[in-house]
């Protein structure tokens, strides 16, 4: 494990990126929507499907990442009894001759791998990020479900004569995600639409992602028979 940290290390810094990357394209797709007709003429109108692709590449960029780290135990026994190891020569610097300073500053990066690698929680740490107005704009939610359902209707047309893109429909999933965490509702038809993607294929992002869509779906039912009792709606739940 100590000749596997720097990959790690340097895998990190590599998922930082791609996340910071994701919330810069983010907030240009909104801007660009922004501007002015005398700026870009009917900038308001363009779809930008490439944009919206690339965002998806980079979510399941993480998801894949995640994907790898939960597929491989024998890494994080490795990586446990390693931290478990430098844990120990915290107490005690001098017999393994390290300065006191020079381990804390190893201690901190370790931290930061296991956040960012380790815990296999790289798509979970970009979606929480704090998007500050971005949350609260309802017209660009609606552009963002717009642009899934046609990505979604454009996917299934091609899988019809063809071998379905797992790639590509994984892509549209990590999307979806994105948005129902962000942009919360009892909307339910979205949910239904991507979901009939599994008639088509029997393995796509992984099991994890999967059960994400099953607890959407099963979340539905519960908050139908909440009203049909006339009992609060269950409290929307995170992923």
Known sequence: ??????????????????????????????????????????????????AWSGLGELLALLLQTDKI??????????????????GT????????????DALRSLIATIATVEGQVMAGNGLRNCYEQSYNEIDDDKQFAARMRAVIVEMYNQWEKAAEGDIPDKHRLMVIIALFIFFHLHFPTEDTSLLKLIWKSHKKVLFTCGQRYQ?????????????????????????????
């Not at 005690?92 to 001759?97: K, S």
């Open 1 to 50: 494990m100590t000749e596997f940290f720097p990959f790690l290390l340097d895998l990190s810094s590599f998922l930082s990126r791609v996340s910071l990357l994701f919330r810069n394209l983010l907030f240009q797709i909104r801007s660009f929507h922004g501007l002015e007709k005398t700026a870009v003429p009917g900038a308001s109108e363009r779809k930008l499907f490439r």
């Open 69 to 86: 780290i939960e597929s491989r135990p024998a890494v994080r026994n490795d990586w446990n009894s390693y931290c478990r190891a430098i």
């Open 89 to 100: 020569a915290q107490h005690n610097p001098a017999q393994f001759g390290v300065s006191s």
């Open 211 to 239: 059960r994400k869509l099953c607890s959407l779906a099963a979340r539905k039912g519960a908050i139908q028979a909440g009203r049909r009792s006339n009992r609060m709606p269950l409290r929307n739940q995170e992923l």
